[in-house]
């Protein structure tokens, strides 16, 4: 399917976390995702019912299964939640990650106030969806609905990535918006603790969409098809998924990284 490069900032595979069994205040959602070039990492969702403090906040995270382990990288960070995410495997290091689908695994927290071990089943990486009108992937099924489409795209679609330096001093932010009135912007967003935000970049044009369906694999979903012209007649179009699973997740591209629903995130560029 042809799209925009500058729309290869997003992409779209659903993966849905399951949640860990809790430890004390503390959750664990653990999840295999897809990164491009076949490429495989494992993401590590942590989430307090409090906020985390100085001596709480994770400061390392690590997954082991059996005699492996691997560390992970925080990527995106809030007052009750931290994402991180292992470096990307490929090959047969990809093919060992896929392994512990439906497996249960260690994970250890390394915080300033003691360590701390969760215990939680990975989900297992979904076959990648079929983009509408190519060949359909091993096991996923898409029926033509263009109502359940429409639905799932109906008023404005705000949709926010975060990635976070090793520090956590730095981070880049890419942001889209695909509202109602048919108007499309992605924002590229630097961040770091003494500037703030920076823009990098800002992309507009319109959208419109062009197809939708139903999904039955991990758990079913929604994708729709739309198309995208950018402000200078550049045009082509793109996918996102809407797992039922997973409301404040939405996938874009075939590639399948994950955005969420931000509908606070501000224009600043």
Same mark, same amino acid.
């Not at 990307?88 to 512990?100: E, F, I, S, V």
């Given at each position: 399917m042809p799209r925009l490069a500058v729309v290869a900032l997003a992409i779209l595979v659903p993966l849905v976390a399951v949640p860990a069994t809790a430890s004390a205040a503390v959750k664990a959602k653990v999840a295999l995702t897809s990164v491009a070039a076949g490429g495989v990492q494992i993401q590590v969702k942590l989430t307090s019912k409090k906020a985390f403090t100085r001596a709480t906040r994770p400061r390392k995270v690590t997954v082991s299964a059996g005699a492996r382990s691997y560390k992970l990288k925080r990527v995106a960070s809030s007052r009750k939640a931290s994402t991180w995410r292992s470096a990307?495997?490929?090959?047969?290091?990809?093919?060992?990650?896929?392994?512990?689908g439906g497996s249960r695994v260690k994970v250890k927290l390394s915080t300033p106030g003691g360590a701390r071990t969760l215990r939680s089943k990975v989900q297992a990486l979904p076959p990648a969806p079929p983009a509408p009108g190519s060949p359909g992937a091993p096991g996923a099924t898409l029926v033509r609905d263009d109502a359940a489409g429409q639905a799932a795209m109906a008023g404005d679609l705000l949709l926010e990535w975060a990635e976070f330096g090793a520090s956590g001093r730095t981070a880049e932010y890419r942001r889209i918006w695909l509202l109602g009135d048919g108007s499309f912007r992605l924002n590229v967003i630097d961040w770091n603790d003494v500037s703030g935000e920076i823009c990098r970049q800002s992309v507009t044009g319109t959208w419109v969409f062009?197809?939708?369906?139903? #999904?039955?694999? %991990? !758990?079913?979903?929604?994708?729709?098809?739309?198309?995208? #012209?950018?402000? %200078? !007649?550049?045009?082509?179009?793109d996918v996102l998924a809407f797992p039922n699973a997973d409301a404040n997740s939405v996938y874009v591209g075939p590639q399948g990284v994950q955005y969420s629903r931000n509908p606070q995130i501000a224009q600043n560029c």
């Open positions: 990307a495997q490929t090959g047969a290091a990809a093919d060992q990650l896929k392994a512990l062009k197809e939708g369906y139903t #999904t039955d694999y %991990n !758990g079913g979903g929604v994708v729709v098809k739309v198309g995208i #012209t950018l402000s %200078n !007649g550049t045009a082509g179009d």
